[in-house]
């Protein structure tokens, strides 16, 4: 039971990933269905549609979620993350929401911490690496 351990970072990592992609693949699938998220200033600042900036979000959440699940740049992956989290968080305020959203920030958080596991490729192409 003791090497159990060994597979916490890992199912942590992946599972917070599969959660970025799902609703990365989402927000590409049901934009308008997201745009009620989208904060007036953030259409405002940036002159671009709410749509567009569901698409953006999407876009980053699919690549930030697919490098997450293949643990590749973890720790640089994990730090944007754990930002776009709290700064989600912190929009959508403090309702059942909002406290979802912060866990999976702290669950973020941990993986930042934590960096690459044995199970991501930064292990495998540390290990691989030539020594000088």
Same mark, same amino acid.
């Given at each position: 039971m003791r090497n159990l351990r060994l597979f916490a970072p890992v199912v942590l990592r992946i599972g917070i990933a599969l959660v970025f992609l799902w609703f990365g693949y989402d927000q590409f699938r049901d934009p308008s269905a997201w745009t009620a998220y989208v904060p007036q200033f953030a259409v405002t600042i940036s002159m671009l549609s709410a749509t567009t900036l569901v698409h953006i979000n999407a876009a980053f959440e699919l690549?930030?979620?697919?490098?997450?699940?293949?643990?590749?740049?973890?720790?640089?992956?994990?730090?944007?993350?754990? /930002?776009?989290?709290?700064?989600?968080?912190?929009?959508?305020?403090?309702?059942?929401?909002?406290?979802?959203?912060?866990?999976?920030?702290?669950?973020?958080?941990?993986?930042?911490?934590?960096?690459?596991?044995?199970?991501? /490729?930064?292990?495998?192409?540390?290990?691989?690496?030539?020594?000088?």
């Open positions: 690549i930030f979620g697919a490098a997450l699940m293949l643990g590749f740049f973890t720790r640089f992956v994990a730090f944007f993350l754990t /930002l776009h989290m709290f700064d989600i968080m912190f929009i959508v305020g403090w309702d059942a929401v909002g406290v979802r959203d912060f866990g999976l920030s702290i669950a973020t958080t941990a993986i930042w911490l934590f960096g690459p596991d044995w199970f991501s /490729l930064d292990r495998f192409f540390k290990e691989k690496a030539p020594s000088l």
